[in-house]
T-cell receptor, first 107, second 115 residues
Framework: AQRVTQPEKLLSVFKGAPVELKCNYSYSGSPELFWYVQYSRQRLQLLLRHISRESIKGFTADLNKGETSFHLKKPFAQEEDSAMYYCALEYGNKLVFGAGTILRVKS | GAVVSQHPSWVICKSGTSVKIECRSLDFQATTMFWYRQFPKQSLMLMATSNEGSKATYEQGVEKDKFLINHASLTLSTLTVTSAHPEDSSFYIC???????????FGPGTRLTVT
């Protein structure tokens, strides 16, 4: 069955520190993975997708099929990065979301 | 571009009544719309997928007679919670896709409270 695991409910870092939000998935097919972000009082929005291999707001994520992971990374956290982050797996045309990780960046 | 709206943003209703929530794609045609439910401090759970002009596909465990979904046009889908009960209180979020595979655009959500 398709499953997305985000082991950390909360990740708290200081401004300027590196950030890594963990995501592991379970899927028998060829996965398409996404990171969505929800800032305070805003709607969920796409941050990045693995197929585009892009960097958005300094964030990158690499798909590691061997470890079935898609961790989100940023070398230097900023206060405006504080938000809820969801990792999602697409199968068919549906998305399965992880439980989400709250990132709190302290000044 | 790619804006999705929901109406109402919050609603309170009495147990036993029905509530309709609208989801609109404002600047694009949504071939597919999705309805999610989110409990406090939990993730989004997909309830159903609807394609314009056809019946919705419900996820396992979701009562289709209780959560009626209509996708009558390429810009509008509605979710009707029938005979609502307090356990139906939740945050309902819709999303729409139509521009590129895999990308869904989310509405702001509707907070439903059943008293």
């Amino acid at each position: 069955a398709q499953r997305v695991t985000q082991p950390e409910k909360l990740l708290s870092v200081f401004k300027g520190a590196p950030v890594e939000l963990k995501c592991n998935y379970s899927y028998s097919g060829s996965p398409e993975l996404f990171w969505y972000v929800q800032y305070s009082r805003q709607r969920l929005q796409l941050l990045l997708r693995h197929i585009s291999r892009e960097s958005i707001k300094g964030f990158t994520a690499d798909l590691n099929k061997g470890e079935t992971s898609f961790h989100l990374k940023k070398p230097f956290a900023q206060e405006e990065d504080s938000a809820m982050y969801y990792c999602a797996l697409e199968y068919g045309n549906k998305l399965v979301f992880g439980a989400g990780t709250i990132l709190r960046v302290k000044s | 571009g790619a804006v999705v709206s929901q109406h109402p943003s919050w609603v309170i209703c009495k147990s036993g009544t029905s509530v309709k929530i609208e989801c609109r794609s404002l600047d694009f045609q949504a071939t597919t719309m999705f309805w999610y439910r989110q409990f406090p401090k939990q993730s989004l759970m997909l309830m159903a997928t609807s394609n314009e002009g056809s019946k919705a596909t419900y996820e396992q465990g979701v009562e289709k007679d209780k959560f009626l979904i209509n996708h009558a046009s390429l810009t509008l889908s509605t979710l009707t919670v029938t005979s609502a009960h307090p356990e139906d209180s939740s945050f309902y979020i819709c999303s729409a896709s139509g521009q590129g595979k895999g990308e869904q655009y989310f509405g702001p959500g509707t907070r439903l409270t059943v008293t």
